[in-house]
C-alpha cells in the first residue's frame, strides 16, 4: 500500500500571485506538444513549418481552455450552470473536461485549416500526434491535487488519498497519464512516421483514446454529484462519452482507408 505524497498544489507563491501545479502542467504539456509538432513537421512527408506549428497552437490553447471548461460545465455541472450561470468563468474553481475539450480542438482546427486554406483532415492528423504529450502532463497534474482517484483495492500499487478516506485507492489519473499519454504517444508518433491515407492518424487517436479512457473508467470514481448512470453501479459519463468517440474513430479509419483504395 502506498501513500499520496499530498503535495501542496500551489508551486510558487509570488506575494498574493499564486502559481498552480495544474497550470504549470498544462504550460508544460503546450510546450510540448509544440516541441514535438516542431519536429514532426520537419518530416519529409508533413513538411510544416515552425511558423504554421506556433499559428496552429494559438487555435489549440484556445480551443482547449474554452471547450475544457464549457464541456464540463455542461457535461458534468449542468445544474450548477443552471442555478448560477456565471460558474462558467470560474476556471480557479477547477473543472475541465477532456471530451469538451476535445470538441473545442476540433473546431480550432477546422478554423486554423479554413483560414490558412489546408485540409481539415490533414490538420487533424498532425495534431493528433502530439496531442497525448498534454493529456500526459494534465493527468501528473491531477496526481498532484490528488484528484480523480479511483475505487478501493487490495493490489499492491493501491493509495491512499487524503482526499478519498483512509482505504487505498485506483491511482487512476496515473493510469490515464501511461495509457493516455505514454502509450498513445508512442503508438501515434510510430504510427505517423510513415504518409496514412487522411484522416487515418485522427481517427486512430479516437479510437484508442475512447478505448483506454472507457477501462479506465472500470476502477475511476465518477463525479459525485452525478454518479453511475442508467442504475447500472458502473457505466459512467466518462464511458457514454468515449462510445461515440470509438464509434466515429472506427467509421473514420476504415473511410481512410477505403477512400485510398477508390
Known amino acids: 500500500m502506498l501513500h499520496h505524497p499530498?503535495?501542496?498544489?500551489?508551486?510558487?507563491?509570488?506575494?498574493?500571485?499564486?502559481?498552480?501545479?495544474?497550470?504549470?502542467?498544462?504550460l508544460l504539456g503546450f510546450w510540448g506538444?509544440?516541441?514535438?509538432?516542431?519536429?514532426?513537421?520537419?518530416?519529409?512527408?508533413?513538411?510544416?513549418?515552425?511558423q504554421q506549428v506556433s499559428d496552429v497552437l494559438f487555435y489549440i490553447v484556445m480551443g482547449v481552455i474554452l471547450g475544457g471548461r464549457i464541456g464540463y460545465t455542461f457535461f458534468y455541472n449542468f445544474s450548477g450552470f443552471l442555478a448560477d450561470?456565471?460558474?462558467?468563468?470560474?476556471?480557479?474553481?477547477?473543472?475541465?473536461?477532456?471530451?469538451?475539450?476535445?470538441?473545442g480542438v476540433t473546431a480550432a482546427m477546422w478554423l486554423f485549416a479554413r483560414n490558412?486554406?489546408?485540409?481539415?483532415?490533414?490538420?487533424?492528423?498532425?495534431?493528433?500526434?502530439?496531442?497525448p504529450f498534454g493529456l500526459l502532463t494534465g493527468r501528473i497534474g491531477n496526481f498532484i491535487n490528488g484528484e480523480l482517484w479511483g475505487a478501493t483495492t487490495d493490489l499492491p500499487w493501491g493509495m491512499v488519498f487524503q482526499t478519498g478516506g483512509?482505504?487505498?485507492?485506483?491511482?487512476?489519473?496515473?493510469?490515464?497519464?501511461?495509457?493516455?499519454?505514454?502509450?498513445?504517444?508512442?503508438?501515434?508518433?510510430?504510427?505517423?512516421?510513415?504518409?496514412?491515407?487522411?484522416?487515418?492518424?485522427?481517427?486512430?487517436?479516437?479510437?484508442?483514446?475512447?478505448?483506454?479512457r472507457f477501462a479506465i473508467e472500470l476502477v475511476r470514481m465518477p463525479d459525485a454529484h452525478i454518479g453511475y448512470l442508467y442504475g447500472t453501479g458502473w457505466f459512467t459519463m466518462g464511458m457514454q462519452l468515449c462510445v461515440p468517440m470509438i464509434a466515429a474513430g472506427l467509421f473514420f479509419f476504415i473511410y481512410a482507408y477505403r477512400r485510398k483504395g477508390a
Not at 499530498?6 to 498544462?26: C, E, K, R, S, T
Not at 506538444?33 to 515552425?50: D, F, I, K, Q, T
Not at 490558412?116 to 496531442?131: P, Q, T
Request: charged share 10%; proline share 7%; hydrophobic share 55%.
Open 6 to 26: 499530498n503535495i501542496d498544489p500551489v508551486a510558487l507563491h509570488l506575494g498574493p500571485l499564486q502559481i498552480h501545479w495544474y497550470g504549470l502542467m498544462y
Open 85 to 103: 450561470p456565471l460558474v462558467i468563468v470560474r476556471i480557479w474553481q477547477g473543472g475541465m473536461s477532456f471530451h469538451g475539450g476535445l470538441l
Open 166 to 212: 483512509p482505504l487505498p485507492r485506483h491511482p487512476s489519473m496515473l493510469y490515464e497519464a501511461f495509457l493516455e499519454g505514454a502509450v498513445l504517444l508512442a503508438v501515434l508518433w510510430w504510427f505517423g512516421k510513415k504518409p496514412r491515407p487522411a484522416p487515418a492518424i485522427a481517427a486512430l487517436f479516437l479510437i484508442l483514446y475512447g478505448a483506454f
Open 33 to 50: 506538444c509544440w516541441w514535438l509538432a516542431v519536429r514532426r513537421g520537419r518530416m519529409a512527408h508533413v513538411g510544416w513549418s515552425e
Open 116 to 131: 490558412k486554406g489546408l485540409s481539415f483532415y490533414s490538420v487533424a492528423d498532425f495534431i493528433a500526434v502530439v496531442v
